[in-house]
């Protein structure tokens, strides 16, 4: 089985108690030891087997392989990725059975990571991410007071889009925000609205 380590908490001595997305479900896990393990860290792709699936206790990771990127090594580069697949446990926290969208979404993203700036594939990765869910919601009106946008505009959690004056975060012009609905694309997007872009993005999916 594979699947990304979303976050790692200590458990007893120098036990943790890792989170990992698989292709069509999120679970915890129990692994001995696993603070001396230096493949389980968090936002690692990991193959993996389980035991102990009854029920009475957590179920135990064992025969773990890593498979690495090359980004890894770079440190600005893994940072970000740390950032971004910390989102991913409390959003899918009580998601039950998950389909392979999300495994998928960061596998993607795993591979392109080094082939282009990591927030603009954070914030292309985020539109799917609503679009797959049915929350991109294009609107000709401020989230916030309901009045008709202008030609700038800015966008919330979500990507709701917003007067500036509404939200205090600077303003993009409309027309690169409404191709970017369309396209799901930042590449009319300098880094500065990248930037802001990925600001949203970090406060939550």
């Not at 999120?26 to 001995?32: K, P, V």
């Not at 927030?119 to 609503?130: C, D, Q």
């Amino acid at each position: 089985m594979k699947g990304f380590v979303l976050s790692l908490t200590r458990a007893k001595n120098e036990d943790m108690i890792a989170t990992v997305l698989s292709e069509h479900r999120m679970e915890r896990y129990y692994r001995f030891y696993g603070a001396r393990h230096s493949i389980l860290q968090l936002g690692n792709l990991i193959d993996f087997e389980v035991e102990g699936e009854d029920g009475r206790f957590l179920p135990r990771l064992r025969s773990l392989r890593h498979h690495g990127f090359t980004w890894q090594y770079e440190r600005n580069r893994l940072m970000l990725w740390h950032d971004f697949i910390k989102l991913f446990e409390p959003h899918l926290r009580d998601a039950g059975e998950l389909d392979r969208f999300y495994f998928d979404l960061l596998l993607t993203a795993a591979r392109h990571w080094d082939r282009q700036n990591p927030k603009r594939i954070v914030v292309e990765s985020y539109h799917t991410l609503l679009a797959h869910e049915g929350r991109l919601h294009p609107s000709d009106r401020c989230y916030i007071c309901e009045q008709p946008l202008r030609d700038t505009v800015s966008l919330m959690t979500a990507f709701h889009p917003a007067h500036p004056e509404c939200i205090y975060v600077p303003s993009i012009p409309r027309p690169v925000i409404e191709d970017f609905f369309e396209s799901g694309k930042t590449l009319y997007m300098d880094d500065v609205m990248v930037e802001q872009l990925y600001d949203a993005v970090r406060k939550g999916l």
